[in-house]
């Protein structure tokens, strides 16, 4: 005689055996909450503050702490602004040709004669050194860029 197989009751088979009227209602998928309609920012509206235009010229002269720049086309700067001085910049790298500007110090306005800006250098920015000599960022002639910090 063989004895009587076990029969194993599986819930999960129950729910593919079982017909529509006999299986467990399934419950409707989660819906989405309706967005909230947002209120308009509470934050300033006033637009943000523009940059100070960069000013244009060429360097003239360097003593000390001291340097002379002409602007010939821009609005001058009023005494005790302070800024950034940029140098321009040409390297041939191979058939390339590489150009922009480089901070070369931050600078404090101290004295306007005409179209002649006098600066006082407050901190080198760029000090580069060149087969062991130290680059000269501050040769009369070389066109130079003046960035005033936001009055």
């Known amino acids: ?3 009587a197989a076990e029969t194993v009751h599986a819930p999960a088979l129950d729910a593919l055996s079982a017909t529509p009227e006999t299986r467990a209602p399934e419950s409707p998928p989660p819906t989405a909450a309706p967005a909230e309609p947002t209120a308009p920012s509470t934050a300033s509206t006033a637009a943000p503050a523009q940059p100070a235009p960069a000013l244009d010229g060429t360097l003239k002269a360097k003593a000390g ?3 002379t720049v002409e602007l010939p086309d821009a609005e001058l700067p009023s005494v005790g602004q302070k800024g950034t001085l940029l140098r321009r910049f040409t390297q041939d790298l191979g058939i ?9 110090a931050d600078v404090s306005v101290v004295e306007v004669r005409g179209r002649q800006v006098v600066l006082t ?3 080198e920015t ?3 050194n060149v087969n062991g000599r130290k680059v000269n960022h501050f040769q009369p002639g070389q066109p130079i860029r003046l960035e005033l ?3």
Request: aromatic share 4%; net charge positive; glycine share 4%.
């Open 96 to 104: 390339l040709k590489a150009t922009g500007w480089l901070a070369i």
């Open 149 to 151: 910090a936001a009055r």
């Open 65 to 67: 702490a001291r340097v």
């Open 1 to 3: 005689m063989v004895p």
């Open 121 to 123: 250098v407050d901190a």
């Open 126 to 128: 760029s000090e580069m």
